[in-house]
């Protein structure tokens, strides 16, 4: 890539990351090469063994941009040595999805793209963002072709809901129109999101009309650095029941499923969760 970055890497696959159902607005253009939209700025990333070629529209502080997005300052190499030793399912899940990494996306973006996300699926949710995007968000130029990034809670503040019903998101609109006029109102402080505890920052979410325990657990692990949490969906939900609690159709409870993966998986729940569910989601468990 021209007039890009070279960050060098250990510990990180770019396909497994973005493949991984943790984001929605990433596009691989040719092989090991993904162009995606962040909060401020056009990505376009090639990973070749351990360097990864960034171009962007826009260059300042790209470095520091691309290594918090892709979490390229944790050390992957010292937790996937931790989480192998936990149990063989582990260890085995490992060999298939080495260097998966969780994003530190954006606040907002994540948390409205989640609540469109209840009982749909990842190309639906995908056009959804992009929808929103391509109607209230600032348009930028990147090799030629319009992106847009996706809209601020202000740039959202005269988007009615059948506005929003028109970019595809369904019987979500309501809740999206919702939480929209709350963040607005400041009964959520996004400039005080990292400092509340995990339980707090969770009951707050959850008060947000079509965020559930599973939506609000992947706002906290995919753009709250909450590391410890476990988000449960049917993919996880069948790989626990399976593996660990020797049920064939998936019928744990939640609850004790929860219970479970904290006293055994800890603080890196979140991380053995996404290993997990690539793994079964690709029929490799």
């Known amino acids: ?35 995606g939209v962040i909060k401020d700025r ?56 080495s260097g998966i990494r969780i994003l530190n ?60 019903r028109k970019c595809g998101v369904g019987f979500r609109d309501s809740y999206i129109y919702d939480t929209v006029n709350e963040i607005l109102a400041g009964n959520i402080d996004m400039d005080k999101i990292n400092e509340m505890p995990t339980d707090i920052l969770r009951q707050t979410l959850l008060k947000l009309k079509g965020v559930g325990p599973k939506v609000a657990d992947c706002i906290l692990l995919f753009s709250c650095q909450r590391g410890e949490v476990f988000p449960i969906d049917v993919w996880v939900e069948r790989v626990m029941s399976v593996l660990y609690f020797n049920e064939t159709h998936g019928k744990m409870k939640k609850k004790d499923i929860l219970k479970y993966a904290d006293e055994k998986f800890g603080k890196y729940s979140g991380i053995v969760q996404q290993h997990l569910f690539y793994n079964m989601r690709g029929k490799m468990i």
């Open 42 to 97: 056009v990505l376009k990333v090639k990973q070749d063994k351990c360097n990864i070629y960034v171009t962007s529209n826009k260059m300042e502080n790209l470095e520091q941009v691309v290594k918090y997005y892709f979490d390229l300052n944790q050390d992957y190499e010292k937790i996937e040595n931790e989480i192998k030793n936990i149990d063989e399912h582990i260890n085995n899940a490992l060999k298939n999805s």
């Open 105 to 164: 996306q954006d606040f907002f973006e994540t948390l409205i793209s989640y609540i469109i996300s209840a009982n749909n699926n990842i190309p639906r949710i995908s056009k959804s963002v992009n929808e929103i995007s391509r109607k209230y968000g600032t348009k930028v130029i990147f090799e030629n072709e319009e992106y847009y990034l996706f809209p601020t809670a202000n740039q959202l503040k005269d988007v009615s809901i059948e506005d929003y």
């Open 1 to 35: 890539m021209k007039n890009g970055i070279c960050i060098k890497t250990n510990c990180f696959n770019l396909k497994y990351t973005l493949e991984c159902g943790q984001c929605f607005r990433w596009n691989e253009v040719e092989e090991n090469t993904y162009i």
